[in-house]
């Protein structure tokens, strides 16, 4: 490249020498008017000679730092190149010099390639591949409170996975609900997502390793355009296959992965950059932002399926059909194994998830198959009038298999359906349940929903 530059200025000032010399036999008012006809200002001229010298220094940039100390020849042949016009008089004060103040901020024009790319770069990860995935650990990520304790503090080490440790005597004290905050779960990501992370890590070491603060400062002002890239981008281009539950949850984990690597990481860095810029390095302030982003996904999937769940039920004409007994109990086998079915399929597209927010999950669509269960059996002015003694042992069978395949529901609603269960005897009657009541056997329902119950059961 040194060598292909040289030879252009060189060649250059061959051809103008040649003109100054013996066309316009080194007349400087000639000269003057040569200057502004190729040289002119390169913001306006395009064509300009100046113009096109500038575009060719800008693409010869290094791509780093570490390697600018092979342009500095360039910048010498640049700087060497305007003194030859200079004398010739073309570069004079109406058009001056244009390269010379170029190579002057190298560092800054350097630092700008950077930016450039690097959010090419970003780009071009978000609107790849989506659906590859991996499983994410706290041990072996940079964002670990164990990672950076240990670097800051060689007395400080925690006990993964309990995190329980508290180091006393005058040592480091660690609150264990605070060190928890920090841990990151494990989870299955994509690996779009680690490569945004190692991008934006690698960004900031770049920056710390900057002598110029102003070059310092783009590289942290990209590194939180490229996690706004991704908030922004990613549910964009992937909106088609984010109607995918198990890949709309991977986004919800992708939300929750970066943001706890944003937790720590301008605590990471901050201390290596130049001063004049340590104090603003912040990336904490992007922590809500993702979450944010994650909790929509994670909450409208949920609400999805339970709406899905409530159709489910809705659609078997429980509140306009005056059924008998055999009807209804289909009715109700139908639903709830439809809805457990639901559960059931999206539990195996929402195990990606970490632990606690799978259960949370389940948990409530669990939750809302009992309350519907409940409320059709509380349903006033619903007569299940059951014929025979086998229908009320079908329907204790019916709402015990419920209760089992949903384990993790509200302890609420699980305790009304146990108290129902109970109650279920083949030889019950209208006054053995009118004593039941009397009892407190049926205490964890409401008024109505007693009433609602003895009307389900019993028609008069």
Not at 185 to 211: F, G, Y
Not at 363 to 373: D, G, M, P
Request: proline share 3%.
């Amino acid at each position: 490249i040194e060598t292909s530059i040289e030879k252009v200025f060189k060649n250059i000032l061959t051809v103008l020498r040649f003109i100054e010399l013996h066309v316009l036999e080194t007349k400087m008012e000639w000269m003057s008017f040569l200057s502004s006809t190729i040289w002119g200002k390169c913001e306006q001229k395009c064509t300009s000679l100046s113009f096109l010298l500038l575009n060719l220094l800008e693409e010869t940039l290094p791509e780093s730092y570490e390697d600018l100390v092979h342009y500095e020849k360039i910048v010498s042949l640049a700087k060497s190149f305007e003194v030859e016009l200079e004398t010739m008089g073309l570069v004079n004060n109406v058009y001056g010099k244009v390269l010379t103040p170029y190579v002057k901020d190298i560092e800054d024009h350097i630092a700008q390639k950077q930016r450039t790319n690097l959010l090419a770069k970003a780009r071009e990860i978000l609107i790849g591949d989506y659906l590859s995935s991996i499983v994410v650990e706290d041990e072996t990520e940079k964002c670990s409170l164990d990672n950076i304790l240990s670097q800051n503090d060689e007395n400080v080490s925690l006990n993964p996975p309990s995190r329980r440790t508290t180091k006393r005597n005058g040592k480091n004290e660690i609150n264990a609900n605070v060190c928890d905050f920090f841990v990151l779960p494990t989870m299955r990501v994509s690996v779009c997502a680690t490569k945004i992370v190692e991008l934006v890590h690698d960004t900031m070491a770049e920056a710390t390793k900057c002598t110029s603060a102003a070059r310092a400062g783009v590289l942290y002002g990209t590194c939180r355009d490229i996690l706004e890239l991704f908030r922004i981008l990613t549910p964009v281009v992937n909106r088609v296959d984010l109607e995918i539950p198990k890949v709309a949850m991977q986004l919800h984990n992708d939300c929750l992965y970066i943001s706890q690597h944003c937790l720590t990481m301008a605590h990471i860095y901050r201390r290596n950059f130049p001063r004049s810029l340590s104090d603003r390095i912040v990336t904490v302030d992007q922590v809500p932002l993702l979450r944010d982003l994650g909790d929509k996904v994670f909450r409208d999937q949920v609400r999805q399926k339970k709406r899905q769940i409530e159709e489910t039920f809705s659609s078997s004409n429980y509140y306009e059909l005056e059924s008998e007994a055999e009807d209804v109990l289909e009715m109700l086998q139908s639903s709830t194994k439809e809805c457990l079915k639901i559960i059931k399929d999206v539990s195996s597209q929402w195990n990606v998830l970490p632990v606690e927010a799978f259960d949370s999950a389940l948990k409530t669509l669990k939750t809302e198959v009992l309350r519907l269960v409940i409320e059709v059996l509380t349903l006033q002015n619903q007569n299940f009038r059951p014929t025979s003694d086998l229908q009320i042992l079908q329907l204790r069978s019916l709402l015990k298999d419920v209760l089992t395949e949903t384990t993790a529901a509200d302890n609420e609603n699980a305790e009304k359906v146990k108290q129902i269960i109970s109650i279920l005897t083949p030889t019950l009657t209208g006054s053995i349940l009118k004593d039941e009541i009397a009892y407190g056997n049926l205490s964890n329902l409401t008024e109505s929903e007693q009433k609602g119950l003895c009307s389900f059961l019993f028609s008069n």
